[in-house]
C-alpha cells in the first residue's frame, strides 16, 4: 500500500515537473517577444529624433520631370513664329496641325516632341553623370512614412498579445506551485503582481479615457504627428514627449525585467525543493 502511494506521489510530481518546464518555456518566449518588440518601438522614436523618417516617397520631386517639362517647353516656344503686333499665336494641339518656324517651313508636332525625348534622354545621362560625382544621397535610406505607420501598428498588436498571455502564464505558475507544492510561492506570486503592474502601465489608455491616463504604448499619430509639431514650438512639451515615449518605456521594461527576475529565482526555488539544484 504504501509503495503504490510512493509511486502515485512520484507520478503527480512528475506530471507538475513537465508543467513547470512547458510553462517555462513559453513564458521565456513571450519574454523576449515583449522585450524585442518594445526595444524596436524605442528606436523607432530616437529615428523620428534624428529624422530618419521620411516625410514624403523618395523621388517625388524627380530632377528628370522637371527637365523633360523645361525642355519641351522651350522646344515648343522656339518652333513657333513671332507674334505680329495685336495678334497672338495659340500652340497646336494635335499631330495634324503643325507650327510655323521663323523660316517660313512649317514643323510638324512629331518632330517636337522627338526632340524633347531626346532632351529628356541627354537630361538622364546628365543627371546619372551628376549623381556619380555627387556624395551619397542619406534621403534614400530614410525609412517611409507608411513603412513606419504600419510597423508600428504591428509591434502595438505583438505586445499586447504577448503581455496578455505573459500574465496568463505566470497565474497558471502560480496554481501549479500552489497544487503540487513545488516551493517559491512567495517569488511566483510576487512575479505575478508585477507582471500585472506591467500590463496596466504598457495598456494604451489613451485611446480608451483619453487626458486622463496614458500608456507606454504610443499609437502611430503620437509620434509621428502630434508631440513633434506641438515640441518644435514649445520646451514644455519636449519635456513631456521624452516622458511619454522614454519615461513610460524605460518603466514598463524595467517592470518586465524584475518579473522575469522574480520567476526564474522561483524555478530555482523549485530545483532545490526537488534536490535537483544545491
Excluded at 40 to 69: K, N, T
Aim: aromatic share 12%; net charge neutral; proline share 5%.
Amino acid at each position: 500500500m504504501e509503495d503504490r502511494q510512493n509511486s502515485h506521489d512520484m507520478i503527480d510530481v512528475t506530471d507538475c515537473l513537465e508543467a513547470r518546464d512547458a510553462l517555462r518555456g513559453m513564458k521565456n518566449f513571450c519574454f523576449w517577444i515583449l522585450l524585442l518588440s518594445l526595444l524596436i518601438l524605442e528606436g523607432l522614436f530616437w529615428l523620428e529624433r534624428a529624422d530618419w523618417i521620411a516625410d514624403r516617397p523618395v523621388g517625388s520631386d524627380s530632377r528628370i520631370g522637371r527637365y523633360a517639362r523645361a525642355a519641351v517647353a522651350q522646344i515648343k516656344s522656339e518652333s513657333l513664329p513671332p507674334a505680329p503686333p495685336g495678334q497672338t499665336v495659340t500652340s497646336p494641339t494635335d499631330d495634324s496641325k503643325a507650327a510655323e518656324s521663323p523660316s517660313g517651313q512649317r514643323v510638324p508636332v512629331g518632330a517636337v516632341e522627338q526632340a524633347a525625348q531626346e532632351v529628356t534622354e541627354e537630361a538622364r545621362a546628365a543627371q546619372a553623370a551628376e549623381e556619380a560625382k555627387e556624395p551619397i544621397d542619406w534621403n534614400r535610406f530614410k525609412l517611409p512614412v507608411r513603412a513606419g505607420w504600419a510597423l508600428i501598428g504591428g509591434l502595438n498588436f505583438l505586445v499586447l498579445f504577448f503581455a496578455v498571455l505573459y500574465v496568463l502564464i505566470l497565474l497558471i505558475t502560480l496554481k501549479v506551485s500552489l497544487v503540487s507544492r513545488l516551493g517559491g510561492i512567495s517569488h511566483i506570486t510576487r512575479a505575478f503582481f508585477i507582471s500585472l503592474f506591467f500590463l496596466l502601465f504598457l495598456f494604451p489608455w489613451q485611446c480608451i479615457i483619453p487626458r486622463v491616463m496614458i500608456g507606454a504604448v504610443y499609437l502611430p499619430s503620437e509620434l509621428l504627428c502630434v508631440f513633434p509639431s506641438k515640441a518644435e514650438d514649445s520646451g514644455f512639451w519636449r519635456v513631456l514627449m521624452y516622458l511619454r515615449f522614454v519615461g513610460l518605456w524605460a518603466l514598463s521594461v524595467w517592470l518586465l525585467l524584475w518579473s522575469a527576475l522574480r520567476s526564474g529565482r522561483w524555478y530555482r526555488a523549485t530545483q532545490r525543493r526537488l534536490g535537483i539544484m544545491t
